[in-house]
């Protein structure tokens, strides 16, 4: 499996402040996807990072408030924009496949840790 | 892609078999039965997955009934560390064709090893 790191691990913000998360891969992987898990709560799916091209969200996400980037295949960054203390969460990056190969298993990063006060 | 039931919250001895049951009952024919585990806070774990066949890996075995409606996660000699919430979750394998890659999480189930 890919090894999947994040940055920063954790982040104490100001609200109206914005916030970039970084995930880089050991591996080219085909897919890249970033979930939000807010506190006592499950994971949700925000959007999926397409290399050059715009990502695609989830219903109730948007690219002005979560815009996301993913240059190459190994990277990829999820910015939360002015926030505020309800977007305090962990996010998370997910990766599937590799160029070439149909795999069927995504793996996860660590996370990132927001508190927004 | 299909929903999952899952028990909120199971307890089972340290040293003894843990076996955690999944109801998706709308399962669909090319829908594989996927489990993860988060252990407080950390990143989702990939545990093992099948589509109608029983598999086991060094982490745990997955068993899958016959008409595919529900399955039972074993982990054979549960330890403190595997306390954590474990999810099922159904998707479609893009072996089969599936046109999504997402991963629906539910509530998943508890677990709670005790020494």
Known sequence: ?117 | DAKTTQPPSMDCAEGRAANLPCNHSTISGNEYVYWYRQIHSQGPQYIIHGLKNNETNEMASLIITEDRKSSTLILPHATLRDTAVYYCIVRASPFYGGATNKLIFGTGTLLAVQP
Not at chain 1, 32 to 38: A, D, G, N
Not at chain 1, 84 to 101: H, Q
């Open chain 1, 1 to 117: 499996s890919a090894v999947i790191s994040q940055k920063p691990s954790r982040d104490i913000c100001q609200r109206g402040t914005s916030l970039t998360i970084q995930c880089q891969v050991d591996s080219q992987v085909t897919m890249m996807f970033w979930y939000r898990q807010q506190p006592g709560q499950s994971l949700t799916l925000i959007a999926t990072a397409n290399q050059g091209s715009e990502a695609t969200y989830e219903s109730g996400f948007v690219i002005d408030k979560f815009p996301i980037s993913r240059p190459n295949l190994t990277f990829s960054t999820l910015t939360v924009s002015n926030m505020s203390p309800e977007d305090s969460s962990i996010y998370l990056c997910s990766v599937e496949g590799a160029p070439g190969v149909i795999t069927d298993t995504q793996y996860f990063g660590p996370g990132t840790r927001l508190t927004v006060l």
